[in-house]
């Protein structure tokens, strides 16, 4: 029990386009996800949370008109990378959790994102 | 600011042997200390995890020591297989506290482990 599944694995795209990752959780109700980002051999940087209804909090730093979130069901959560640059390359994981699962329990596969 | 400070930063053991990762934290309010195994291309996957009531956990192969008035705290991995091979990242939190489903981690910087055949 408690999968979070993450949709797609890979993508690459052209600068100035945008790009949307999903976030489902599959057998449980994510009341709460994170979106955390990481760069080739570093580590994992909180991004944003997402409670499910709400708006999502990001982080310092986090542009939020630049990495939109929503949170719109107890299972899905997505990240829309907006008008994407090659700095924004990197590798998005989400997290989930809720009443009956921890939110640091179970992370998604993760999305390499490409902009070039 | 590194919350969770992470050593060393790469590791190589020959097979049987012991891999030792240590971490240390500054805020107390931490009360959730789990460990990641990632390799690459995936998500962190939760090895063990320990609460600092215990100064110890040990699920396998993999043992969690915990310091509470060093702040700090140590995976060993014992008789290490070169399946072990990967990323390790310690974490802490607080827990669940006020939150249904919990608060977001403080990842350290990694630690990439090779075990040798």
């Known amino acids: ?116 | 600011q590194q919350q969770v400070k992470q050593s060393p930063q790469s590791l190589i053991v020959q097979k049987g042997g012991i891999s030792i990762i240590n971490c240390a934290y500054e805020n107390t309010a931490f009360d959730y200390f789990p460990w990641y195994q990632q390799f690459p291309g995936k998500g962190p996957a939760l090895l063990i995890a320990i609460r600092p009531d215990v100064s110890e956990k040990k699920e396998g192969r993999f043992t969690i020591s915990f310091n509470k008035s060093a702040k700090q705290f140590s995976l060993h991995i014992m008789d290490s297989q070169p399946g072990d091979s990967a990323t390790y990242f310690c974490a802490a939190s607080r827990g669940r506290g006020n939150s249904n489903s919990g608060y977001a981690l403080n990842f350290g910087k990694g630690t990439s482990l090779l075990v040798t055949p």
């Open chain 1, 1 to 116: 029990g408690a999968v979070v599944s993450q949709h797609p694995s890979r993508v690459i795209c052209k600068s100035g386009t945008s790009v949307k990752i999903e976030c489902r959780s599959l057998d449980f109700q994510a009341t709460t996800m994170f979106w955390y980002r990481q760069f080739p051999k570093q580590s994992l940087m909180l991004m944003a949370t997402s409670n499910e209804g709400s708006k999502a909090t990001y982080e310092q730093g986090v542009e939020k008109d630049k990495f939109l979130i929503n949170h719109a069901s107890l299972t899905l959560s997505t990240l829309t990378v907006t008008s994407a640059h090659p700095e924004d390359s990197s590798f998005y994981i989400c997290s989930a959790g809720g009443p009956s699962v921890r939110v640091d329990y179970t992370f998604g596969s993760g999305t390499r994102l490409t902009v070039v």
